[in-house]
C-alpha cells in the first residue's frame, strides 16, 4: 500500500552544543570479546562492556521505575536497543552487544565510509569485474554491464533497492572488495563498533560477519551526521533509469500491515537467510530524535521487524526524559578528546559552514528523488508529515576533530515542504 499523502509541519529542534567526552583508552573489560566473531545460539555470558556494564550482559537491560512506561510485550527480536541520538543515552537495551549477522543494515557501515569520497555527479561504466562476486539470490537494482551510471544514482540504489550490485560498483570505483572492506574495518574501529567483523561489503551472508545492535547504531549516528546519507536514506521513491524505485524500509514507504512510521526519517533495514530480519531505525517525535536497532525477531510474522521496532519506538517516545539510562553510544576515537568547535555556538550559517568544511557534501539528492515525511504527532497519532531527515542532520558534528551533540545542522532544502509521494 502507497504511503499516505499526508503533510505537517514541525519545528526545527534548536537545543546548545555540548562537548561529548570518554576516554579513548577503554580497559579491557571494555573490548569486546577476543574469540573468534562466528554468532552463538545463545548470547555470550560475557559480551562487551563498551558504553556500560549493563550493556554487556545477556537479557533486557532496563530501569523501570514510577513513571516509566514498562516495555512492549511481544518482543521477540534476538537483540535490540532503544536510544536518545542526541544525547546519546541508551534507554533500553537486549542483548546489545551481541554479534550477530547483520544483513543488509552493514551498508549503513558502507555508505559512511565510502559516500564522501566520490561526487554524486560523477559518472562511472560498469565493467564486468565490476559486478563479480554478488551473491546469488541477494538484492539487486538492475545494474547492468557497459552501462553507465552517475554515483548519485548508484546511492539511490543502494539506499532505496539495498542493491549489491550498486554496492560492488560502488566498491570496484572504491578500489575493490577488498579494499573497501579493510576501510570499513578500520572505519568500525574508529566509530568503536568492536563488535563488528566486515566480510562483505554488501552484508550479504559471509562466515565470521557480524555486527550488533549497538554498532549498528553508531553507524547510523554516524551516517546520519552527513547531509546526503540524510537525503538518501529518507527518499521513499526515485527514478533508476527508465524505472521507478521504491524504498524498501516499510516504516518510510508503508505497506499493507505496516503504516508509514510518525515521524521516521531513515536508516536501513536488511534480510538474509542467517541473519533474519534486521532493521535500524530513526524517528523525531516532540523535539526528541531516538535511534532503534532491531535483530532477527523469531516470531517470523510479515513485516514483524517494523512491527517491533515501532512499539520500540512508542515506548521510547514516552520513556525518554523519565528512564534511568542504562548505558551510552560512545564517541569515534578520534573525537573524544576533541576540543570544542568554535562554532557550537553559533547559527545555522556557521554550522552550514562547519558542514562544508567538515567535507559533509552539500548536494540535495538529486531531481527525482521524494524524500521520507517526518510527522509532529504525539505518541499514538498516525499518519505521516514533511520529511526533515531527521532533524535536517540531527544531533552531532562530526568534523575534524570535533564530535559534538546536541547539535542542529541546518535542514536540508529538499526536505522541507515536500508531499509524500
Known sequence: MPAPKTTGRRSLLVTSATLLSLSVTAPAALAAPTPSPSPTATPPAR??????????QPGTQVNLAPGVPVLP?????????????ESGEVLAAHNAHWRLPPASTLKMLFADTVLPRFPKGTVHKVAPSDLKGVGVGSSVVGIKEGSTYSVHDLWLGVFLRSGNDAVHVLSAMNGGVGQ??????DHAEELQALDTHVVSPDGYDAPEQVSSAYDLTLFARSGLQKKDFRDYCSTVSAKFGSAEIRNTNRLLSGDSDVPVYPGIAGVKNGNTTHAGATFTGVAERG???LLVTVMNPEKHEHNEVYKET??????????????????????????ATAQPDPSASAGPDAAQAAGKAAGQGSGTGGAGAKPAASATAASGAGGAGIAL??????LVLLGGAAFLVNRRWP???????????
Open 47 to 56: 559480551m562487551s562492556t563498551l558504553g556500560g556494564a549493563r550493556l554487556g
Open 73 to 85: 510485550k511481544d518482543l521477540t527480536a534476538r537483540s535490540w536497543i532503544v536510544s536518545d541520538a
Open 180 to 185: 573497501t572492506v579493510k576501510d570499513m574495518q
Open 287 to 289: 523535539g526528541k530524535v
Open 310 to 335: 515501532a512499539k520500540l519506538f512508542d515506548w521510547g517516545f514516552q520513556a525518554v526524559g523519565k528512564v534511568e539510562p542504562v548505558g551510552e553510544l560512545v564517541p569515534p576515537k578520534s573525537a
Open 389 to 394: 531527515a531527521v532533524a535536517g542532520g540531527l
Open 411 to 421: 535542514l536540508p532544502d529538499l526536505m522541507r515542504r515536500r508531499a509524500r509521494p
